[in-house]
């Protein structure tokens, strides 16, 4: 089980709503829980998303249908990297700052230093975490300490045979490897739960955007790589992952993801900047309410990302010092 995931769920009941949501099926639902968004009053200013690369096609989507409803309202979307929305929360260039993985120390203890408080972060939506290969590939699953010996420095410089492949035409061949740039949360989250922390080998071809990473596998028939499951296509292949050479593989799926098995799932983030004891501005109420929404967690669903339960909705709603609804 990915105990780190399961350690971020808010509590046995949430995980009891998240087993039984995806029970019927291993494709992500939204909870039926989660109320149909209410268009308010008086909602005027900017929603200005900055961060993460993995979510840039979510915050799109969020920031265009929210300005569809308030036509008076600007809008800015920016993704560059996880790394790039606490400073821009902190510099007050964004008033959402989405990661696809948890802010680190130095980061919160910045926009303290700066503020007095730290930042609130919000658990919008599920990913799966996806070690790709070509579709032609002749593998179907891996373990966390093989992508360890892959990826990272402490293992060797490795071919297809090193991974089972008997197939002449495999076996000899060299993986070639690809990833994300450093300012990727992507990067990051991979780096701590996968290697253990350790470095990345410098063979690994550095791609500036999740979907950069897909197209590279697609079209080197010997690549592996990791990236968000939401942009993987007919040309890649996403691994069922194991934890141990012993363990059971499981693939990254909706199902899986809810229950903790599939070992590289994780929440995606959306920072704010929420001073204790003070109400948000209308706008950025307004934002949070409809990402939480229906039709919030729908858009969800169109990124090929899990929705989050009600359960989780209310608790974040509730950080950001948001009433729910439901």
């Known amino acids: 089980m990915n105990t780190t995931f399961a350690r971020m769920m808010s509590g046995a009941v949430a995980v009891v709503t998240l087993a039984g949501t995806a029970s019927a099926s291993s494709e992500p639902v939204v909870d039926s829980a989660l109320p ?11 929603v200005k998303f900055v961060g993460s690369d993995s979510m840039l096609t979510l915050s799109t989507h969020w920031a265009e249908e929210f300005t569809k409803l308030y036509p008076s309202v600007g809008k800015s979307v920016e993704g560059k990297g996880s790394s790039t929305a606490p400073t821009a929360l902190i510099e007050g260039t964004a008033t959402f700052g989405p990661m696809s993985r948890p802010m680190k120390s130095e ?21 799966c975490l996806a070690i790709f290969v070509n579709k032609d590939a002749p593998i179907a699953e891996i373990s966390i300490e093989q992508a360890k010996a892959i990826f990272s ?5 490795m071919t297809w045979g090193d991974l089972g492949v008997t197939n002449a035409d495999w076996a000899s061949k060299p993986l070639a490897l690809y990833g994300r740039n450093s300012s990727s949360g992507t990067y990051g989250y991979f780096k701590e739960h996968v290697l253990g922390k350790k470095d990345f080998k410098p063979t690994v071809k550095e791609q500036p955007g999740s979907s950069g990473v897909i197209n590279a596998i697609a079209t080197d ?25 012993k363990d059971a593989a499981f ?3 909706a199902e899986n993801a809810y229950s903790g098995e599939y070992p590289v799932a994780r929440f995606l983030m959306v920072y704010i900047n929420k001073k204790p004891g003070e109400a948000l ?11 939480f929404s229906r039709q919030g967690q729908e858009g ?12 989780i909705a209310r608790e974040d709603l509730k950080a950001a010092g948001v009433t729910p609804s439901f």
Request: glycine share 8%; charged share 30%.
């Open 153 to 157: 420095v402490d293992g060797k410089d």
């Open 221 to 245: 028939k010997f690549a592996i790589g990791y990236s968000a499951i939401g942009y993987r296509t007919a040309d890649v292949k996403a691994l069922k992952v194991k934890k141990t050479a």
């Open 300 to 311: 969800v669903l169109k990124d090929k990302l899990i929705p989050v339960t009600a359960d």
């Open 107 to 127: 980061e919160t203890d910045k926009f303290e230093k700066k503020f007095g408080y730290k930042p609130t972060g919000l658990r919008v939506a599920i990913d």
């Open 36 to 46: 149909t968004y209410k268009v308010a009053q008086g909602v005027a200013g900017e």
């Open 251 to 253: 693939a990254p799926s």
């Open 281 to 291: 501005p209308p706008v950025q109420v307004e934002m949070v309410k409809m990402m």
